[in-house]
Nanobody, 115 residues
Framework: QVQLVESGGGLVQAGGSLRLSCAAS????????MGWYRQAPGKQREFVAG???????NYADAVKGRFSISRDNAKNTVYLQMNSLKPKDTAVYYC?????????WGQGTQVTVSS
């Protein structure tokens, strides 16, 4: 059974930092492309950051220079370091795994940034 479990969300003041983690099980993590998405109330889910099996990363323009994605294949975990947080970063953040043609999602973790 595939599981993606996010953690690390919470309430933080504007300008602060959080690090999200997504622990994967039931997949061959080392070959998975991993990503973070977010969904704010009343809005569609949007791409935040992605990292390939070769650790190449890409980011949405809105978070470039502030967020950093990384992975630890030994721990089957992907991280999202979020710095200089803004109120508009408030959303539920979801982890996504793509293994060949299969797509898996975590349950999400809430990030709230107060002004």
């Amino acid at each position: 059974q595939v599981q993606l479990v996010e953690s690390g969300g919470g309430l933080v003041q504007a300008g602060g930092s959080l690090r999200l983690s997504c622990a994967a099980s039931g997949i061959l993590f080392s070959v998975a492309a991993m990503g973070w998405y977010r969904q704010a109330p009343g809005k569609q889910r949007e791409f935040v950051a992605g990292i390939t099996r070769g650790s190449e990363s890409n980011y949405a323009d809105a978070v470039k220079g502030r967020f950093s994605i990384s992975r630890d294949n030994a721990k089957n975990t992907v991280y999202l370091q979020m710095n200089s947080l803004k109120p508009k970063d408030t959303a539920v953040y979801y982890c996504k795994a793509v293994v060949r043609l299969s797509v898996y999602w975590g349950q999400g973790t809430q990030v709230t940034v107060s002004s």
